[in-house]
């Protein structure tokens, strides 16, 4: 088959690999027929995240069609149609059991990136990712193997599109489970920071609760743009505000948002000092976002941050959280938890996640969408591709 495969840093390639086997009874072989691009995957073509193998598959939003099934699936059959969640999860577990999914204890036989992790069982496993997190070959390809599958995919009615469906996968409930961690509710002020994909699903989500205002800071003119054009935010240049934090601050009041969301993480654009620090492997992180995000956010208030971390950050500003009682929630999403629930909001016209797609391209353009979503080409907010067999 086809697959968009990992050979080093700004360097995949569509190779010819060998098809997927069923390799556990719970198992099954899905023909993709939708995949796309995340952010999460620009880390990886970035080279900022270790544990990759030349060859590995990537890719972890994607859905399709069931082809096989091991003997021990008893929720689907061949025919299904279904998005498959990026966090493979047993089901069954201490964790799963709390519906804590990425927590998942039974998935993962890497050791997980904590760097203090003493005797600490790993999270989830995960679909086209770094082998700390399992290392299982992803969805950018013709076929994927999908482990637990009694647990993670979830049928989709034929009434609806792949478009309309696909960021089940990922970025549709990692924006709302970060709209949920930040308590959004009617009249809420929200401030987000970061207009890519996973911003602009925690924009739709917020409206969907019922924010009155938020904020969206971001640097690409076109995002926020769309974001203001599309969910009524009120846009924060940061190339052209020095200090977005301080503008919001002065909009509200001088008292600051009731949450923030940071839906950048470890790769925010940050000061010179911390570009230095984190090439010479002296710090894991940007922390510019996340300073801001303390910085807007009211006392007593919520940062919630879906945004991918690593490793340890200086000048977290600790101290200003303490004063002023905010509470910090984050962390990889519980994605089985939220699919039925969105897949109802997409059915009945409250949710639309397919308007932030701006470029289709074809599994065989993987390489130059990689280039594209990586450089912000052409306006570039969000890609899918759309397999199909050689012939």
């Given at each position: 088959m086809?697959?968009l495969?990992f050979?080093?840093?700004?360097?995949v390639?569509v190779?010819?690999?060998?098809?997927p086997?069923?390799q556990?009874p719970?198992?099954?072989?899905?023909?993709?027929?939708?995949t796309?691009?995340?952010?999460?995957?620009l880390?990886l073509?970035?080279?900022?995240?270790?544990?990759?193998k030349?060859?590995d598959i990537?890719g972890h939003e994607?859905?399709?069609?069931?082809e096989e099934v091991?003997?021990?699936?008893t929720?689907?059959?061949?025919?299904d149609?279904v998005v498959?969640?990026?966090?493979?999860?047993?089901?069954?577990?201490?964790?799963c059991e709390?519906?804590l999914?990425a927590?998942?204890?039974?998935t993962?036989d890497?050791?997980?990136?904590i760097?203090?992790?003493?005797?600490l069982?790993?999270g989830?496993?995960?679909f086209g990712?770094?082998?700390?997190?399992?290392?299982v070959?992803?969805?950018?390809?013709e076929?994927v193997?999908?482990?637990?599958?009694?647990?993670?995919?979830?049928?989709?009615?034929?009434?609806?599109?792949?478009?309309?469906?696909?960021f089940?996968?990922?970025?549709l409930?990692?924006?709302?489970q970060?709209?949920?961690?930040a308590?959004?509710?009617?009249?809420s002020?929200?401030a987000?920071?970061?207009?890519?994909?996973v911003?602009?699903?925690?924009?739709a989500c917020a409206?969907l609760k019922?924010?009155?205002?938020?904020?969206?800071?971001d640097?690409?003119?076109?995002?926020?743009r769309?974001?203001?054009?599309?969910?009524g935010?009120?846009?924060?240049?940061?190339?052209?505000?020095?200090?977005?934090?301080r503008?919001?601050?002065e909009?509200?009041?001088?008292r600051g948002v009731?949450?923030s969301?940071?839906a950048?993480g470890?790769?925010?654009?940050?000061s010179t000092?911390?570009?230095?620090l984190t090439t010479?492997?002296?710090?894991?992180?940007?922390?510019?976002?996340?300073?801001?995000?303390i910085?807007?956010t009211?006392r007593?208030?919520i940062v919630s941050?879906?945004g991918v971390?690593a490793?340890?950050i200086h000048?977290?500003?600790f101290g200003?959280?303490?004063?002023?009682?905010?509470?910090?929630?984050?962390?990889q999403?519980?994605?089985?938890?939220?699919?039925?629930?969105?897949?109802?909001h997409?059915?009945?016209?409250?949710l639309?996640?397919?308007v932030?797609?701006?470029?289709?391209?074809?599994?065989d353009d993987?390489?130059?969408?990689?280039e594209?979503?990586?450089?912000?080409?052409?306006?570039?907010?969000?890609i899918?591709?759309?397999?199909g067999r050689?012939?």
């Open positions: 086809r697959a495969t050979h080093g840093t700004r360097d390639r190779d010819n690999v060998a098809d086997t069923l556990h719970q198992d099954i072989l899905l023909r993709v027929t939708a796309a691009i995340c952010g999460s995957d880390h073509y970035r080279g900022k995240v270790p544990g990759l030349d060859g990537l994607f859905m399709g069609i069931v091991g003997p021990g699936v929720r689907l059959r061949p025919g149609r498959v969640p990026f966090v493979i999860a047993c089901g069954a577990c201490f964790f709390r519906n999914f927590a998942c204890e039974t993962n890497g050791r997980g990136a760097l203090n992790k003493k005797d069982r790993p989830a496993a995960m990712y770094t082998h700390l997190y399992g290392g070959p992803g969805g950018q390809a076929y193997r999908v482990p637990m599958a009694n647990t993670g995919p979830l049928p989709i009615p034929d009434a609806l599109t792949d478009a309309q469906v696909l089940l996968s990922d970025i409930p990692t924006g709302y970060a709209v949920l961690n308590e959004v509710q009617p009249g002020s929200l987000i920071f970061g207009a890519g994909p911003g602009l699903m925690a924009a409206r019922g924010a009155e205002r938020i904020f969206m800071v640097h690409h003119d076109d995002r926020l769309f974001a203001a054009d599309t969910y935010v009120e846009p924060i240049h940061f190339d052209k505000v020095d200090d977005p934090a503008a919001i601050i909009a509200t009041q001088f009731d949450a969301i940071d950048v470890f790769e925010a654009k940050g000092v911390e570009t230095v010479l492997k002296l710090e894991g992180s940007s922390g510019e976002a996340l300073r801001q995000a910085a807007a009211r007593g208030g941050v879906p971390y490793g340890f000048a977290f500003l200003d959280a303490f004063d002023k009682g905010l509470q910090f929630r984050m962390g999403t519980h994605v089985q938890r939220f699919m039925p629930e969105l897949l109802e997409i059915g009945n016209g409250a639309r996640p397919e932030i797609v701006s470029h289709q391209l074809s599994l993987a390489a130059r969408g990689y594209m979503f990586d450089k912000k080409i052409d306006g570039c907010r969000k899918v591709l759309t397999p050689a012939t």
